[in-house]
């Protein structure tokens, strides 16, 4: 403290007179062996299971119970030591900023839609992008938030967004998320459009506000979501999940999305699909289950099913190992399947 | 403390015996909405007022009076979660290491030039980038201080720079930055030479040290200041500013400067600007009002008006309005010009 | 500690309900003054003699001697504030999470080598990249640990990679790296190949696993270390090293290594390198000696010998001078040699 007095005065005195809070580090480093079957990773490779976060957080009491709050989110590969993706942001977890209090929460910034903020209560891997997990391809029907980004930018986040989270009334709460039109460095979008005129030339506009609301309820051992979203290209998707837990140990899960990509796509713009998972817990260990399958009109469907486990060393350390078989098409317009073999054993800190 | 001591004795097994010291984390986010007619962001778009900053800062008392310092300054946008620009450094904002005792302040690295951190006080939105506020363009005539650094890099630090500051002299102090010639990576500029034989090739090195002197006073109420900088092209900049403050709540100030780019410009090389301001308090509110001109000899004047409103929710958090509106020419060379109208309104956060 | 709670029943609610452990963050800044003749940079630069980073690392005691440890290290540029180097990823100096305990130390990640990790404590500069120095390329006999990473990347880190430190028996110790093939996006490397057909290709995998097995003892006044490495297109690398204390302030150290590029060089493939040098403390003073050579066969030799000073203005910081010449051939097959003349001063500050 005394140091930090110090440190004030001096600054101050360089004309950077900011106050001290209480900032909190946060975040998740995770690596494993795995290898998946039929893949570009069909070797042994050190690997991940979730992402990886190095944040930074903070809550300030303005009184009367408001709270200002922001939050910016490093994510980064722990097995080369770069960020997740050369084109993403350096804060590709969240940017956010904003008041909460009595109306809820209000941020400014960039962060989940309400549609993939809700739906992970619902997704057995608790929408970790593990392979044996389902938020990424299949949860989601391989839909994507933000497709007017960067080249390999978030697939289930918004930009340029402002969110709402409403307080919860007996256990329901209303999540919306809605995002400017601006512009952020997307390559072209051929779309309906051609080679030479894409409908989406390079760094083009959003052609509607992206918006994405969400309802989640929540009543004793039930829990409830509804979801609509539609992206910066107008693909629409809605969604419904549920959870129940017969017993403290065990939470069933199921959910279903459908994708409807007319705006953009001549043939097969939609897609569905539907995940159905169960965690039970024994100890320190954790078994996770899952069955989905997403089915794209007119081309063939993919399939997988996972368990996984998870044993606990502590509450923020865990090891665990995933085991998955994904029967995908072997090309999006092939007539055959393959299947996709995948195991991972590692270790998850949070800290 | 126990755990960093379990952490020193591990690191240390390590071959990385550091000590801890204590590394204050400091930084602002600041988002709102925004739009300025006219422009490339001619719609509602989210975005910002001030430079957004995740530092990291320490100051370890040498005893004797003497104190060892440095500063880490990320900048970055918050409605995107990128850096501020792609070419630019991660540590943007400052990075510097040095000693301060009875001799004053000298400092080793990057950070803004003495010119550039004493006239900060003499700008009606102190010295923030708010398109509203006058730093950016009016007040430093549009004068660049590092035009040899990568493309989209800092207009208003050097790099590779040695930094010292005075001790305050009954309300006077020297702030002087001297900088090697050392490239960095700059595109080619023409200036005096042709697109085959530019004066400045790709990655030129200074044709002479870039340097920037500075003198403030303060007595009571009154301050001033006086500045003269040049840059890596020898373009030359000097300043003169003053503020009163006739109440406790009410701030007026002034400042003029002229630039010179003999070294590289063939006509009209000459370029002076003056901004008047005040800054009225009321309350938790704070006014801010704003008058400047630009004038590039033998080309239409740039002129800017504005007023801004910030109410505090805390010492640390405030919300804001602006309302500027900017008479500039259509093009450089053109002999009409454009009103941009420019409205914000957003929220202010240091932790 | 009470906004950190509140901070956790916020973010709870916001689905990232991390607990907040005690991440020690840490780091290095050092900058002077420095010239080396004959060189790109001979002119007075502001420049380094250490790595600079910016750290996060943390431990958790998991109970029963079981630890669970993280660290997370930037690596960066004080006098421009850029990263290390633009293809360098952000976390360069390492990003590994293991586990501890009586077996000793598993991590997996990026970081050091086990060759590079035990070096540098028989290199009289401590393993500093100093121009001064001997660990980046005489010690090393410029070798290097990651030639498939990208251009620009780390010359002494394995990425994608397995580590083991063994305990310490007796003062006896054995550390192990393994990597995995995966590809980590390097330009190609002709080696025996031609530039139509290079031996690896752009973003080729390992030919064989790299691996580093390094064993160290240490008994009173006396320690040593041997080390064979094999990196990722198959150089082979070798290692002894020894140092000796005959009184508290003086210690004596040598090192020889010896590079087989036997896989991927046709002619020559051979370099042997051996550096002595010797540390000498005096009060807040240490003085650096070191002479080395490397010697590739059929190549003239590059001779190095330098002194160094450092003076202590507290356990973190200190004040350094070092003088070094080197003759090197002026080009790999030239027949003749120039000296390069270096001299650097500047500050070193640990938080």
């Known amino acids: 403290m005394k140091k930090s007095l110090v440190a004030m005065a001096l600054m101050g005195a360089f004309g950077s007179a ?16 795995s290898r998946t079957t039929h893949t570009a990773n069909d070797s042994t490779q050190i690997g991940k299971r979730d992402n990886n976060k190095l944040g930074f957080r903070g ?8 709270k200002a709050l922001f939050q910016l989110e490093i994510r980064y590969e722990p097995d080369t030591g770069t960020l997740e993706n050369v084109s993403r942001p350096l804060f590709q977890g969240q940017s956010r900023i904003g008041l909460q ?36 391809n299949l949860q989601v029907a391989g839909y994507t938030s933000d497709p007017l980004s960067a080249a390999g930018n978030s697939a289930n986040r918004f930009s340029n967004a402002l969110f709402y989270n409403s307080p919860v009334w007996n256990g329901f ?39 994405s609301v969400s309802a989640t309820y929540t009543l004793g051992k039930f829990a409830a979501m509804a979801a609509v979203e539609r992206n910066g290209v107008e693909t629409k998707l809605w969604s419904v999940a549920a959870s129940f837990k017969p017993t403290t140990a065990l939470k ?5 999305q459908e994708q409807d990509q007319g ?16 965690n039970y817990t024994v100890g320190p260990g954790k078994w996770l289950f899952g069955y989905g399958q997403k089915s794209p009109d007119g081309v063939l469907k993919t399939k997988q099913v996972s368990v996984g486990y998870e ?32 195991y991972a054993l590692g270790i998850h800190h949070n800290f």
């Open 173 to 211: 709460q209303v999540n919306a998320t809605v995002a400017t039109k601006e512009a952020n460095g997307n390559p072209a979008i051929i779309g309906r459009g051609t080679a030479t005129a894409p409908q989406y030339p390079a760094n083009s506009e959003a052609s509607a506000n992206p918006y």
């Open 101 to 136: 209090g009595g109306f809820g929460t209000v941020r400014l910034g960039r962060g989940l839609s309400a549609f993939q903020e809700s739906i992970i209560a619902f997704e057995p891997w608790n929408g970790l992008p593990a392979v044996a997990g389902y938020q990424t």
């Open 18 to 33: 900011v106050a001290q809070s209480s900032v909190t580090i946060y975040g998740t480093i995770d690596a494993g062996v």
């Open 311 to 342: 044993y606990s060393l502590s509450p923020r350390t865990y090891l665990y190992v995933d085991l998955a078989q994904k029967k995908t098409p072997f090309t999006v317009t092939a007539r055959n399947t393959v299947d996709q073999n995948h």
């Open 263 to 278: 705006h953009t796509v001549f043939v097969n713009p939609e897609t569905d699909a539907w995940v159905i998972g169960a």
């Open 59 to 66: 809550v300030e009491d303005l009184g009367n119970g408001l």
């Open 252 to 256: 069933l899960m199921a959910s279903y």
